[in-house]
Protein backbone atom coordinates (compact mmCIF):
# COMPACT_ATOMS: atom_id res chain seq x y z
CA UNK A 1 0.00 0.00 0.00
CA UNK A 2 1.79 3.57 -0.89
CA UNK A 3 0.65 6.86 0.07
CA UNK A 4 2.75 9.74 -1.38
CA UNK A 5 2.38 12.21 0.82
CA UNK A 6 3.69 15.08 -1.35
CA UNK A 7 0.83 14.81 -3.75
CA UNK A 8 -1.94 15.47 -0.73
CA UNK A 9 -0.33 18.37 0.87
CA UNK A 10 0.62 16.41 4.23
CA UNK A 11 3.56 15.96 6.52
CA UNK A 12 6.33 13.05 5.16
CA UNK A 13 6.60 10.22 6.40
CA UNK A 14 9.17 7.88 6.68
CA UNK A 15 9.28 4.63 5.36
CA UNK A 16 9.70 1.70 7.14
CA UNK A 17 10.17 -2.06 6.21
CA UNK A 18 7.23 -4.52 8.15
CA UNK A 19 7.50 -7.73 8.45
CA UNK A 20 4.85 -10.37 6.77
CA UNK A 21 1.29 -10.65 7.22
CA UNK A 22 0.07 -12.58 10.43
CA UNK A 23 -1.63 -16.17 9.40
CA UNK A 24 -4.82 -16.17 8.84
CA UNK A 25 -5.85 -19.04 10.64
CA UNK A 26 -8.46 -20.70 13.43
CA UNK A 27 -6.41 -18.72 16.61
CA UNK A 28 -5.71 -21.45 19.17
CA UNK A 29 -7.14 -19.70 21.87
CA UNK A 30 -6.37 -20.80 25.40
CA UNK A 31 -8.35 -20.09 28.76
CA UNK A 32 -8.12 -16.87 30.56
CA UNK A 33 -11.18 -16.70 32.66
CA UNK A 34 -13.35 -18.51 34.68
CA UNK A 35 -16.78 -18.28 35.46
CA UNK A 36 -17.04 -19.64 39.37
CA UNK A 37 -20.28 -19.91 41.21
CA UNK A 38 -20.72 -21.40 44.68
CA UNK A 39 -16.78 -22.70 44.38
CA UNK A 40 -17.55 -24.27 41.33
CA UNK A 41 -16.02 -23.48 37.27
CA UNK A 42 -19.56 -22.91 35.98
CA UNK A 43 -18.30 -21.21 32.60
CA UNK A 44 -14.31 -20.66 31.10
CA UNK A 45 -14.02 -17.85 28.57
CA UNK A 46 -11.20 -18.71 25.82
CA UNK A 47 -8.89 -15.95 24.53
CA UNK A 48 -5.20 -14.76 24.15
CA UNK A 49 -3.29 -12.34 25.86
CA UNK A 50 0.25 -10.61 25.32
CA UNK A 51 1.96 -8.85 27.51
CA UNK A 52 4.88 -6.64 26.49
CA UNK A 53 7.73 -5.48 28.04
CA UNK A 54 9.55 -2.00 27.99
CA UNK A 55 11.60 -3.04 25.76
CA UNK A 56 9.21 -4.16 23.83
CA UNK A 57 9.50 -7.99 24.28
CA UNK A 58 7.20 -10.40 25.13
CA UNK A 59 6.80 -10.81 28.75
CA UNK A 60 3.49 -13.22 29.20
CA UNK A 61 1.63 -14.97 26.30
CA UNK A 62 -1.28 -16.91 26.53
CA UNK A 63 -3.26 -18.08 23.61
CA UNK A 64 -2.54 -17.34 19.73
CA UNK A 65 -1.33 -13.91 19.86
CA UNK A 66 0.29 -14.15 15.76
CA UNK A 67 -2.70 -14.94 14.14
CA UNK A 68 -4.88 -12.28 12.11
CA UNK A 69 -7.89 -10.65 14.25
CA UNK A 70 -9.86 -7.87 14.01
CA UNK A 71 -9.28 -5.41 16.81
CA UNK A 72 -12.17 -3.74 16.14
CA UNK A 73 -12.21 0.09 17.58
CA UNK A 74 -8.98 -0.53 19.69
CA UNK A 75 -7.29 0.23 16.32
CA UNK A 76 -8.87 3.62 16.59
CA UNK A 77 -6.14 5.22 18.33
CA UNK A 78 -3.74 4.65 15.11
CA UNK A 79 -6.31 5.98 12.85
CA UNK A 80 -6.36 9.26 14.71
CA UNK A 81 -2.70 9.11 14.16
CA UNK A 82 -2.87 8.94 10.21
CA UNK A 83 -5.34 11.58 10.30
CA UNK A 84 -3.09 13.67 12.36
CA UNK A 85 -0.45 12.56 10.40
CA UNK A 86 -2.34 13.47 7.10
CA UNK A 87 -2.94 16.87 8.29
CA UNK A 88 -5.56 16.85 10.68
CA UNK A 89 -5.60 20.08 13.18
CA UNK A 90 -7.41 18.49 16.31
CA UNK A 91 -6.37 18.15 19.76
CA UNK A 92 -8.04 18.10 23.35
CA UNK A 93 -10.78 16.74 23.51
CA UNK A 94 -12.30 16.83 19.66
CA UNK A 95 -8.81 14.64 18.77
CA UNK A 96 -10.03 12.34 21.53
CA UNK A 97 -13.37 11.44 20.11
CA UNK A 98 -12.26 11.44 16.73
CA UNK A 99 -10.16 8.14 18.55
CA UNK A 100 -13.66 7.44 20.51
CA UNK A 101 -16.07 4.97 20.92
CA UNK A 102 -18.61 6.96 22.56
CA UNK A 103 -21.30 6.78 24.59
CA UNK A 104 -23.76 8.94 22.86
CA UNK A 105 -23.95 11.50 25.51
CA UNK A 106 -24.80 15.60 24.30
CA UNK A 107 -21.10 16.38 24.88
CA UNK A 108 -20.32 13.61 22.26
CA UNK A 109 -22.41 14.34 19.77
CA UNK A 110 -21.91 18.54 19.77
CA UNK A 111 -18.24 17.73 19.25
CA UNK A 112 -18.77 15.53 16.25
CA UNK A 113 -20.68 18.49 15.03
CA UNK A 114 -18.25 20.82 16.28
CA UNK A 115 -16.05 18.82 13.80
CA UNK A 116 -18.29 18.59 11.38
CA UNK A 117 -18.41 22.59 11.18
CA UNK A 118 -14.58 23.01 10.64
CA UNK A 119 -14.76 20.24 7.90
CA UNK A 120 -17.43 22.85 6.67
CA UNK A 121 -19.42 19.41 6.04
CA UNK A 122 -22.93 18.49 7.29
CA UNK A 123 -24.51 15.55 8.95
CA UNK A 124 -25.40 14.04 5.82
CA UNK A 125 -21.60 13.89 4.69
CA UNK A 126 -21.36 11.12 6.93
CA UNK A 127 -21.34 7.14 5.84
CA UNK A 128 -21.59 5.63 9.30
CA UNK A 129 -24.65 3.27 9.92
CA UNK A 130 -27.10 5.16 11.73
CA UNK A 131 -28.05 3.93 15.49
CA UNK A 132 -29.06 5.12 18.82
CA UNK A 133 -26.53 5.79 21.71
CA UNK A 134 -23.89 3.13 23.07
CA UNK A 135 -24.63 3.77 26.26
CA UNK A 136 -27.95 2.13 27.74
CA UNK A 137 -28.75 4.81 30.20
CA UNK A 138 -28.59 7.30 27.21
CA UNK A 139 -29.91 5.10 24.68
CA UNK A 140 -33.32 4.41 27.36
CA UNK A 141 -33.68 8.33 27.42
CA UNK A 142 -33.59 8.53 23.61
CA UNK A 143 -36.71 6.56 23.83
CA UNK A 144 -38.72 7.72 26.23
CA UNK A 145 -37.70 11.30 24.45
CA UNK A 146 -39.29 9.76 20.97
CA UNK A 147 -35.96 9.98 19.42
CA UNK A 148 -34.62 8.21 16.56
CA UNK A 149 -31.19 6.66 15.24
CA UNK A 150 -29.10 8.67 13.84
CA UNK A 151 -25.38 8.99 12.88
CA UNK A 152 -24.23 11.36 15.00
CA UNK A 153 -25.23 9.11 17.76
CA UNK A 154 -23.44 6.24 16.32
CA UNK A 155 -20.58 5.59 18.70
CA UNK A 156 -18.14 6.37 15.73
CA UNK A 157 -18.91 9.64 14.27
CA UNK A 158 -16.06 11.67 16.15
CA UNK A 159 -13.97 9.17 13.93
CA UNK A 160 -15.98 9.53 11.00
CA UNK A 161 -16.02 13.32 11.39
CA UNK A 162 -12.42 13.95 11.66
CA UNK A 163 -12.31 11.52 8.88
CA UNK A 164 -14.26 13.89 6.09
CA UNK A 165 -12.43 17.01 7.82
CA UNK A 166 -9.22 15.11 6.81
CA UNK A 167 -10.68 14.78 3.63
CA UNK A 168 -11.46 18.56 3.29
CA UNK A 169 -8.12 19.65 4.36
CA UNK A 170 -6.10 17.17 1.32
CA UNK A 171 -8.83 18.04 -1.35
CA UNK A 172 -9.63 14.03 -1.50
CA UNK A 173 -13.27 13.06 -2.44
CA UNK A 174 -16.24 12.89 0.52
CA UNK A 175 -18.75 11.13 -0.85
CA UNK A 176 -16.30 7.60 -1.41
CA UNK A 177 -13.87 8.67 1.80
CA UNK A 178 -14.49 5.09 3.19
CA UNK A 179 -13.34 2.85 -0.10
CA UNK A 180 -10.33 1.16 0.98
CA UNK A 181 -8.86 2.38 -2.13
CA UNK A 182 -9.49 5.51 -1.39
CA UNK A 183 -6.36 8.37 -0.16
CA UNK A 184 -7.33 8.26 3.16
CA UNK A 185 -8.00 4.60 3.89
CA UNK A 186 -4.55 4.28 1.93
CA UNK A 187 -3.08 6.77 4.35
CA UNK A 188 -4.43 4.52 7.25
CA UNK A 189 -3.20 1.62 6.23
CA UNK A 190 0.24 2.49 5.95
CA UNK A 191 0.54 3.64 9.23
CA UNK A 192 -1.19 0.24 10.98
CA UNK A 193 1.24 -1.25 9.27
CA UNK A 194 3.96 1.19 10.53
CA UNK A 195 3.15 1.33 13.96
CA UNK A 196 2.04 -2.59 13.84
CA UNK A 197 5.19 -3.83 12.17
CA UNK A 198 4.00 -5.83 10.43
CA UNK A 199 1.91 -5.91 6.93
CA UNK A 200 -2.39 -6.10 6.98
CA UNK A 201 -3.51 -9.32 6.24
CA UNK A 202 -7.00 -8.93 5.29
CA UNK A 203 -9.19 -5.65 5.30
CA UNK A 204 -12.85 -5.95 5.45
CA UNK A 205 -15.86 -3.57 6.73
CA UNK A 206 -16.20 -2.49 10.65
CA UNK A 207 -19.18 -2.37 12.22
CA UNK A 208 -19.84 1.52 11.36
CA UNK A 209 -18.43 1.06 7.80
CA UNK A 210 -15.24 2.23 7.60
CA UNK A 211 -12.23 -0.20 6.58
CA UNK A 212 -11.07 -2.78 8.99
CA UNK A 213 -7.18 -3.50 9.01
CA UNK A 214 -6.72 -7.40 10.52
CA UNK A 215 -3.56 -8.07 12.18
CA UNK A 216 -1.78 -10.08 15.03
CA UNK A 217 -2.65 -8.98 18.95
CA UNK A 218 1.18 -8.37 19.27
CA UNK A 219 0.65 -6.40 16.47
CA UNK A 220 -1.62 -4.60 18.03
CA UNK A 221 -0.09 -4.42 21.58
CA UNK A 222 3.14 -3.16 19.88
CA UNK A 223 1.46 -0.23 18.22
CA UNK A 224 0.03 1.43 21.24
CA UNK A 225 3.12 1.07 22.84
CA UNK A 226 4.91 2.92 19.95
CA UNK A 227 2.28 5.79 20.41
CA UNK A 228 2.53 6.28 24.23
CA UNK A 229 6.23 6.16 23.95
CA UNK A 230 6.50 8.61 21.14
CA UNK A 231 7.91 12.23 21.84
CA UNK A 232 6.45 14.53 22.48
CA UNK A 233 4.29 17.09 19.52
CA UNK A 234 5.07 13.49 17.46
CA UNK A 235 1.58 12.79 16.15
CA UNK A 236 1.65 9.80 18.60
CA UNK A 237 2.46 11.58 21.40
CA UNK A 238 -0.36 14.06 20.96
CA UNK A 239 -3.06 11.47 20.42
CA UNK A 240 -2.16 9.87 22.91
CA UNK A 241 -2.24 12.64 25.28
CA UNK A 242 -6.01 13.76 24.30
CA UNK A 243 -7.29 10.20 25.14
CA UNK A 244 -5.37 10.29 28.63
CA UNK A 245 -6.97 14.40 29.42
CA UNK A 246 -10.01 13.31 28.02
CA UNK A 247 -11.10 9.75 28.74
CA UNK A 248 -14.64 10.12 28.90
CA UNK A 249 -14.74 11.65 25.54
CA UNK A 250 -12.78 8.74 23.93
CA UNK A 251 -15.26 6.32 25.61
CA UNK A 252 -17.99 7.86 28.20
CA UNK A 253 -19.31 8.80 31.61
CA UNK A 254 -18.69 5.84 33.78
CA UNK A 255 -17.21 3.60 31.29
CA UNK A 256 -14.68 1.00 32.40
CA UNK A 257 -11.87 2.40 29.83
CA UNK A 258 -12.07 6.02 31.24
CA UNK A 259 -12.11 4.89 34.75
CA UNK A 260 -8.99 2.52 34.63
CA UNK A 261 -7.17 5.31 32.73
CA UNK A 262 -7.56 7.45 35.91
CA UNK A 263 -6.85 4.80 37.95
CA UNK A 264 -3.15 3.98 36.32
CA UNK A 265 -1.51 7.11 35.54
CA UNK A 266 -0.36 7.52 32.36
CA UNK A 267 -2.30 4.73 30.87
CA UNK A 268 -4.06 4.87 28.01
CA UNK A 269 -6.08 2.11 26.63
CA UNK A 270 -8.61 1.38 24.31
CA UNK A 271 -11.62 -1.24 23.98
CA UNK A 272 -13.07 -2.40 20.78
CA UNK A 273 -16.42 -4.84 20.27
CA UNK A 274 -15.45 -8.59 20.32
CA UNK A 275 -13.39 -8.55 23.46
CA UNK A 276 -10.74 -6.82 21.98
CA UNK A 277 -9.01 -4.27 24.63
CA UNK A 278 -5.45 -3.25 24.19
CA UNK A 279 -3.42 -0.75 26.84
CA UNK A 280 0.09 0.72 27.12
CA UNK A 281 2.10 2.48 29.74
CA UNK A 282 4.55 5.72 28.76
CA UNK A 283 7.43 3.23 29.09
CA UNK A 284 6.37 1.13 26.28
CA UNK A 285 4.53 -1.88 29.08
CA UNK A 286 1.76 -2.61 27.24
CA UNK A 287 -1.22 -5.71 26.72
CA UNK A 288 -3.44 -6.84 24.52
CA UNK A 289 -6.48 -9.15 24.87
CA UNK A 290 -8.96 -10.79 22.75
CA UNK A 291 -12.13 -12.85 24.41
CA UNK A 292 -12.94 -15.10 21.50
CA UNK A 293 -16.84 -15.25 22.48
CA UNK A 294 -16.93 -11.41 22.65
CA UNK A 295 -17.87 -11.13 26.80
CA UNK A 296 -17.08 -7.86 28.45
CA UNK A 297 -17.70 -9.76 31.31
CA UNK A 298 -13.84 -11.22 30.81
CA UNK A 299 -12.52 -8.46 29.02
CA UNK A 300 -12.55 -6.32 32.05
CA UNK A 301 -10.52 -8.61 34.26
CA UNK A 302 -8.36 -10.23 32.27
CA UNK A 303 -6.95 -6.94 30.72
CA UNK A 304 -6.52 -5.97 34.64
CA UNK A 305 -4.81 -9.18 35.40
CA UNK A 306 -2.56 -8.59 32.17
CA UNK A 307 -1.79 -4.79 33.34
CA UNK A 308 -0.95 -6.22 36.85
CA UNK A 309 1.31 -8.85 35.11
CA UNK A 310 2.71 -6.16 33.51
CA UNK A 311 3.70 -4.54 36.66
CA UNK A 312 0.90 -2.18 36.86
CA UNK A 313 0.19 -1.58 40.92
CA UNK A 314 -2.95 -5.10 41.63
CA UNK A 315 -4.12 -1.92 44.21
CA UNK A 316 -4.92 0.50 41.24
CA UNK A 317 -6.82 -2.26 39.80
CA UNK A 318 -9.12 -4.13 42.58
CA UNK A 319 -12.01 -2.26 41.13
CA UNK A 320 -11.36 -4.16 37.78
CA UNK A 321 -10.93 -7.36 39.19
CA UNK A 322 -14.38 -8.89 37.88
CA UNK A 323 -18.41 -8.15 38.32
CA UNK A 324 -19.86 -10.46 40.43
CA UNK A 325 -22.43 -13.00 40.03
CA UNK A 326 -25.53 -13.21 41.98
CA UNK A 327 -27.93 -15.56 42.77
CA UNK A 328 -30.90 -14.57 44.65
CA UNK A 329 -30.07 -10.98 45.03
CA UNK A 330 -26.57 -12.18 46.84
CA UNK A 331 -22.94 -12.62 45.70
CA UNK A 332 -22.43 -16.20 44.79
CA UNK A 333 -19.18 -16.00 42.69
CA UNK A 334 -17.33 -13.97 40.64
CA UNK A 335 -15.31 -13.95 37.09
CA UNK A 336 -11.74 -14.80 37.48
CA UNK A 337 -8.42 -14.56 35.29
CA UNK A 338 -7.50 -17.94 34.51
CA UNK A 339 -4.41 -19.33 36.50
CA UNK A 340 -2.08 -19.07 33.66
CA UNK A 341 -2.50 -15.17 33.77
CA UNK A 342 -3.13 -14.58 37.46
CA UNK A 343 -1.16 -17.21 39.36
CA UNK A 344 -2.48 -16.07 42.80
CA UNK A 345 -5.91 -16.12 41.60
CA UNK A 346 -8.65 -18.80 43.14
CA UNK A 347 -10.15 -21.11 40.59
CA UNK A 348 -13.07 -22.69 42.82
CA UNK A 349 -13.78 -19.52 45.22
CA UNK A 350 -17.10 -18.86 46.02
Known sequence: MTYDPTTTGAAAIPAAPVAA???????????????VRGGVIEGIHHGSVVVLGADGEVELQLGDIEAAFYPRSALKPVQAVAMLRAGLPLDGELLSLAAASHSGE?????????ILQLAGAAEDDLRNVTDMPYDP????????????????AQNCSGKHAAMLYTCKLNGWSLDDYLDPAHPLQQAIAEIVEDLTGQAIARVTVDGCGAPL???????????LARVTTAAEGTPERTVADAMRDHAEMASGTGRDV????????????????EGVQVAALPDGRAVAVKISDGADRARVPVTAAALARAGVDPAALTAFAGAPLLGGGHVVGHVRPARALDPLAETTDG
Not at 213 to 223: E, K, T
Open 213 to 223: FSVSLHGLARA
Open 258 to 273: AELMRAVPGLLTKDGF
Open 21 to 35: APAIREPLHAPVAHL
Open 137 to 152: AVRDAWIREGRQPSRL
Open 106 to 114: ERHLAGARR
